[in-house]
């Protein structure tokens, strides 16, 4: 048995430790060590291999901590993955937030509250198409939304696009009373919500009367050409391939297209079909183009949410006899690798090896991954 310390006077505690000291029973649950705080210091007691990881993952967010941001439960998690990795651990957890932007809009300000969180707002920045692909309330939408009226405050494009595929779930749309428009707007009301967050009612009720900001069914993008646009598709996995392709070929000059989806929720009859599931084979050897994967650790919502996404992961591990983290079939190089397939017949045998999602062979040419 051997112990390591960590004075921590010069923090808030609960910055560093979250309530009840949950960050530090977090460790506890992953790496068998025993933690306790007295007098300002934390001692972390256990087997030399696993105090050695307690340890650098301490480390980790001590620094995090010294440098003003609140430790949460996905910086937790993601301290522990590094300091279990082998050999370069690469950036540390603070390398990771620094450059994140942050935007103060009229009613609040947004921040990065999880390291993939922090990579999705450089990504935002950096490049003019990326995905985001993981489960509900990982802030994929609502973090694209601020990038766009941060984009727009800025003057780098002129208008906002915002962009669902009105797919039902279970219902259908000829049963909702009301014309076209009444319709359809209960599918794009999570758009209006994530902007009425940013900025007061009147400026975006102003914004969408003069075409500033405009929000749509995916239906109705079929031969337009954005400009000067900063164009979010949001449930893209309610998407077809040529719905895909159609939405992604609107790019004008100087545009921006951010794409979101969550896999494990698609509503399309055979979800197979589903466009974010495949195009992740067609376009992750393009080079300019960035896929962003969030797990459970990244939700930010009620704890619950985490906790009810990973018994769903569960249930459906036990089902499909294979894990699942949330993100679904996908190219994510940190998923978790897909159980090995029972042996069966030739009849019974799905596509051969090298076969992207859904069975298209032609979608496996080029390089394995998305650009990372």
Not at 35 to 42: E, H
Request: proline share 6%.
């Amino acid at each position: 048995m051997i112990a390591r310390k960590f004075p921590i006077e010069h923090l808030d505690a609960l910055t560093l430790l979250g309530r009840n000291d949950a960050n530090l029973r977090h460790i506890e649950r992953v790496v068998p060590v025993r933690i306790t705080l007295r007098d300002g210091t934390i001692t972390v007691s256990g087997e030399a291999a696993a105090v050695s990881s307690a340890a650098r993952a301490l480390k980790e967010l001590v620094e995090l901590a010294e440098r003003g941001k609140v430790v949460e439960e996905a910086d937790v998690a993601t301290a522990l993955g590094m300091s279990r990795r082998n050999g370069d651990p690469g950036a540390t957890l603070a390398e990771v937030y620094q450059g994140a932007p942050g935007y103060a809009f009229d009613r609040k300000t947004v921040r990065a509250r999880t390291p993939m969180q922090a990579e999705y707002l450089k990504s935002l920045e950096e490049h003019e198409v990326v995905f985001a692909i993981g489960p509900a309330g990982t802030g994929k939408t609502y973090l694209a939304v601020a990038a766009a009226v941060q984009a727009l405050r800025q003057k780098k494009v002129d208008r906002i696009v915002l962009v669902r595929p009105a797919v039902e779930a279970g219902e259908n749309l000829g049963f909702l009373p009301g014309d076209m428009q009444e319709k359809v707007d209960p599918y794009l009301r999570p758009m209006y919500d994530a902007l009425a967050d940013l900025m007061s009612y009147d400026k975006m009720r102003r914004y969408v009367e003069l075409g500033v900001i405009e929000i749509a069914p995916l239906a109705f993008m079929r031969g337009r050409t954005l400009h000067n646009a900063f164009v979010i598709l949001d449930e893209a996995q309610n998407t077809t391939v040529r719905q895909m392709k159609m939405f992604l070929t609107r790019m004008g000059v100087n545009s921006r297209a951010v794409i979101t989806g969550d896999i494990t929720q698609i509503d399309l009859k055979d979800p197979d079909s589903s466009g974010l599931v495949r195009i992740q084979q067609i376009l992750g050897h393009v080079a300019d183009i960035r896929f962003i994967y969030f797990h459970p650790e990244d939700v930010v919502r009620h704890r619950l949410v985490r906790d009810i996404i990973r018994a769903f992961d569960d249930y459906h591990a036990r089902q499909n006899g294979g894990a699942e983290d949330g993100v679904g079939v996908s190219l994510d190089p940190d998923a978790p690798a897909a159980p090995a397939p029972a042996e069966s017949s030739p009849a019974d045998a799905g596509p051969p090896s090298g076969v992207g999602p859904g069975g298209d062979p032609s979608a496996d040419e080029g390089p394995r991954g998305p650009s990372r």
